[in-house]
C-alpha cells in the first residue's frame, strides 16, 4: 500500500535559521512527487514537482530533492512569511491520477 | 482570477439534510479531483471525474456520497443525509491532463462542512 510519511509535525525555527523536512515514502511505482504549501483557511499551493531520484528544483528560499525512498524541502535562511504546512504528496503509476498526501508539517518562522 | 473556484465557502447542516459542493476548475482544464480533510487527519482523495465520466472513486463512501462533472456546468460533490462525522473541509483540485508531467492538481480554498 502506498505511504507518505513527513517529519517533523511541527518545526519551530528564528528568522534566518535553515533547516529541512523530511518526506519518506513507499510506493510502487513513482510517477511524482508533489510539494504543496498550506496556509490556514486556504488550499495548498503548488510548489515542486519531482519525478526520478536525484532530481532537484528551487524556488526563492525553498530547494525540493528526490532519492528512491524520501524527498527533503530545505529552507534557507527562512521568514515569518515561509510559515505555513508543508504538504509531500505522491502519484503511483498503478494509481491513476490521485494523490497520496502525508500528513504535512507545520512550520513557525518567528522573527 | 482563473484559479479554481469552490462554493460556498463555508456550509451549515442539519443531520440528515443533503449537502451539494460546487467545484468549476481552472480554465481549459478537464480533469476534477475531490479530497477531504478531516479534522486533525491529512488530504484523503475522494474522486477523480472527467467531463460526464467517473474515472477513480475508489477514495468515496459507498453510502450517500456521489459526484459528477456535468457537460456544462461545475462540478459538484453531493452528500445526502449527513451526519456528524461529514464535518471536514472538501477540497476541489483539477489539472489540464492526468498524466502529463509538469501538469499539477491546482487546489480550490475548500468548503468548511459543518454538520448541527
Known amino acids: 500500500e502506498d505511504q507518505v510519511t513527513q517529519s517533523p509535525e511541527a518545526l519551530r525555527l528564528q528568522e534566518g535559521e535553515s533547516s529541512s523536512l523530511n518526506c519518506s515514502y513507499t510506493?510502487?511505482?513513482?510517477?511524482?512527487l508533489f510539494w504543496y504549501r498550506q496556509d490556514p483557511g486556504k488550499g495548498p499551493e503548488f510548489l515542486f514537482t519531482?519525478?526520478?531520484a536525484g532530481e532537484e528544483k528551487e524556488k526563492e528560499r525553498l530547494k525540493a530533492t528526490l532519492t528512491k525512498k524520501e524527498s527533503f524541502l530545505h529552507i534557507t535562511a527562512p521568514k515569518p512569511e515561509d510559515s505555513a504546512t508543508y504538504l509531500c504528496?505522491?502519484?503511483?503509476?498503478?494509481?491513476?491520477?490521485?494523490?497520496?498526501f502525508g500528513q504535512g508539517t507545520e512550520l513557525s518562522v518567528k522573527p | 482570477n482563473a484559479g479554481v473556484m469552490q462554493n460556498p465557502r463555508h456550509l451549515v447542516r442539519r443531520r440528515g439534510q443533503e449537502a451539494r459542493l460546487r467545484c468549476s476548475p481552472m480554465?481549459?482544464?478537464?480533469?476534477v479531483y475531490w479530497y477531504r480533510q478531516l479534522p486533525e487527519e491529512g488530504l484523503k482523495f475522494m474522486v477523480y471525474?472527467?467531463?460526464?465520466?467517473?474515472?477513480?472513486e475508489s477514495g468515496m463512501p459507498k453510502e450517500r456520497f456521489s459526484a459528477e462533472f456535468p457537460k456544462e456546468g461545475p462540478s459538484i460533490l453531493r452528500i445526502q443525509q449527513v451526519v456528524r462525522g461529514d464535518s471536514a473541509a472538501y477540497f476541489c483540485?483539477?489539472?489540464?491532463?492526468?498524466?502529463?508531467?509538469?501538469?499539477?492538481?491546482?487546489f480550490g480554498d475548500g468548503t468548511r462542512l459543518s454538520i448541527l
Open positions: 510506493v510502487s511505482g513513482l510517477r511524482g
Open positions: 483540485a483539477s489539472s489540464l491532463l492526468d498524466r502529463a508531467r509538469e501538469q499539477p492538481q491546482h
Open positions: 504528496a505522491v502519484q503511483d503509476y498503478n494509481q491513476g491520477g490521485k494523490l497520496i
Open positions: 471525474l472527467q467531463k460526464e465520466n467517473i474515472i477513480d
Open positions: 480554465k481549459g482544464h478537464s480533469h
Open positions: 519531482l519525478y526520478s
